[in-house]
């Protein structure tokens, strides 16, 4: 999967010249199978059928592959989550963000498998996100978030609604 | 200005055939100095001066213009609205939008002369805006509302929370 960068391993010495490593973000996984490390990847040549079912398995509606292989051309920023057993990797998480490269960020298809949701593993990949775009000097980090998970966000730092400002979407008449 | 786009004009046939004509949102400028015509462009090559005392006039923040050079650069829409008048032309009004190229696009730094507010012009840099993100087949517009103009963007058909989604900006802790 290319350019591989592990926010847990202290001996990857290339990747702690990158990015801090984030020890409260640790996260083990591991079960009667034994245990197994998570990485995060920017390099957005993800394969579509797994990004796909990793979709399937949350509920969300299916997207044309063609659409969504433009959108990740197009995204300034995309992170896929792995968890790594043994030579396996399996994609396990997902997020990415359009941005103007400049001021602004938008946050857009958070995903993590359920078999991985309450681990912390949605936390980790939303501070690896916005500290990949804070590095990219964007301080406008922005969202629109569903309902059910804006406490998730607040706990992240975002703000709802800062200074009255409202998310607003636009259909045809 | 490169290439220009006439919303108003029957005898443009170059216009007519990439935008229907809008004749609902023609506003006539006139005064005592003679009457008016507003072109709509979307050539990004802006002067950034005339671009930066535009946002002066609404009392916006200055900003590096090394970055908005960059920022209308990686938007994937820059709209701007000029009076013509003569031989010479005004940047009445500026709205971009960045976007994944495929599901969404978000609207940004939206602006219109005091001198050219409350004459229906920012309807139609609006309503021009959105063709623009329709005609690339961008379905999800969105932006973010300052609490003033969050009517303005409803009566355009905007949604506020649509489902209970709601807009979260992220600072540091």
Redesign the interface.
Known sequence: MGFWKSLFSNSDAAASQTIDPERETVVKTGDRAGDSRIFFSTEREIDLYELEELCDAVGWSR?PLR??K???????LVVSMWEVRGSSNRLVGFA?A???????A?I?DVVVHPDFQNKGLGKALMKYT?KKLRSEDIS????????QV?DF??R??????????????????
């Open positions: 997207r659409k969504v433009k959108a990740l051309q197009h995204s300034f990415r359009t941005s103007d490269h400049a001021f602004n938008t857009w916005i406008n980090i922005t969202l629109f978030a569903d309902p804006v966000y607040r992240l730092g975002f703000i709802l609604d800062p200074e009255g400002i409202k998310g607003m979407f636009w259909y045809p008449d």
